[in-house]
């Protein structure tokens, strides 16, 4: 009898556990889709102010105080998103749902690519002198990585250099050793001292303190990019010398692979005439849908719509002439994912673009099945758009 009771006890302790698992992953699974969905709703009405801001400052006003005005409505929109973009990556990263996405890039496109903006952005900080040092040539560094956490890292720490530094230089760098590529962001900034080095990699981790502080920026940075140079299989770690500089280092699996990538010999003009093209946009949100019709203006591109993936198989089945698809992935009955796969199916030579709010979600392996030949993300900057598209419009037509 004894038997019985205890094995019964342990029966109903199993049903217990077996509930309280699946009421856990319940939970898991409303948060995972809380926070998709709060960046989605957040970006998108974020994407409509930047874009049309961005469009506005091009439309020649005269009145140069107008201008000033749309130039800190940009600049603040975009300060807001990465505040954002921050705050759901913390909330990804404690709740586990980081996940790798690699593809091959070159490695030093990749860095000239983050260095470039800072150099646009710093412009007037004459001061400061921004330098990269390669050890290798830029044709054996394609690297197996997660781009745009790499370059996620990359901008962070570049970020702080900056923000940390009011004369001197910044020093981009690395080194291979032992299998792994050993970076360097160097400064000459305000430096560390010793005993702030565990508390900055902490969430919301500052060495200034209270009202008085005179650096802006909300200690995620590097609690992020802890996170991200972990998540690839790296470690991150400092020297300073308080009040002459800093030095973050970060290792990264040396996975080059010997492969010559295309040569990206993208066309460089910016004024396009695509009179005789015809692009498929495939977007539910219409702000989102407006924007890319006005960035394309200029190109008198021809425009059809669709609002959601099937609409998106049918126009291109109704409309042969269609010479390029800019796809949304998120979009209601079927996702963009799915939708290229089906377009692919019919017509394998039609370029389909991503355009996408997930920059760190990006599913790179989900994105190459379904056949989609390149991405970009949101907020989409026009200059960007029509160059990228300018590649599949210009240099390989479409043979369907
Ligand atoms: P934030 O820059 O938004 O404050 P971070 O997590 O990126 O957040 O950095 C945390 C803190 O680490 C900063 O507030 C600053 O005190 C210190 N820090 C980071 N990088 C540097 C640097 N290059 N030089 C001096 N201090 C730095």
Known sequence: ???????????????????????????????????????????????????????LSELTTQDPEAIN??????????????????????????????EKFISTVNLHRLIDEVVENFRQKSSGLEDITLHTNYALQ?????????????????????????????????????????GMIEFAVKDTGIGIKPENHDLI?????????????????????????????ELMGGEIWLQSTYGKGSTFYFTHPADFIDKKTQQESRVSTSNYNWNKKSVLIAEDEKLNYTYLVAALKATKINVLHATNGKEAIDL???????????MDI????????????????????????AQTAYSTNYDYNKAHE?????????????????HLMSHYLEEMPNEN
Request: net charge positive.
């Open 1 to 55: 009898v004894k038997e019985r009771l205890f094995l019964n006890e342990i029966e109903s302790k199993k049903v217990a556990l077996q509930r309280a698992l699946s009421e856990a992953n319940q939970a898991n699974q409303l948060q995972r889709s809380f926070l998709a969905n709060l960046s989605h709703e957040i970006r998108t009405p974020m994407n409509g102010i930047l874009g049309f801001s961005g469009l």
């Open 138 to 178: 830029t044709d054996q560094t394609n690297l197996k990585t997660d781009e745009t956490k790499l370059k996620q890292v990359f901008n962070n720490l570049l970020d702080n250099a900056l923000k940390f530094t009011s004369q001197g230089s910044i020093n981009l760098s690395y080194v291979l050793r032992d």
């Open 370 to 386: 379904s056949g989609i030949d390149d991405k970009i993300f949101k907020p989409i900057n026009k200059k960007e758009l029509l």
């Open 201 to 229: 990699f902490t969430r919301f981790g500052q060495v200034e303190k209270g009202l008085s502080r005179q650096y802006g920026g909300t200690g995620l940075g590097l609690t992020i990019t802890k996170a991200f140079v």
């Open 316 to 326: 291109c089945k109704a409309y042969p002439e269609i010479d390029m698809v800019l």
């Open 330 to 353: 998120k979009m209601p009955d079927m996702d963009g994912f799915e939708a290229t796969r089906q377009i692919k199916k019919y017509f394998p030579n039609i370029p389909v673009i």
């Open 69 to 98: 005005y749309i130039n800190h409505i940009n600049s603040n929109g975009k300060l807001l998103l990465n505040i954002i973009d921050d705050i759901l990556e913390v909330s990804r990263i404690e709740t586990q749902q980081t």
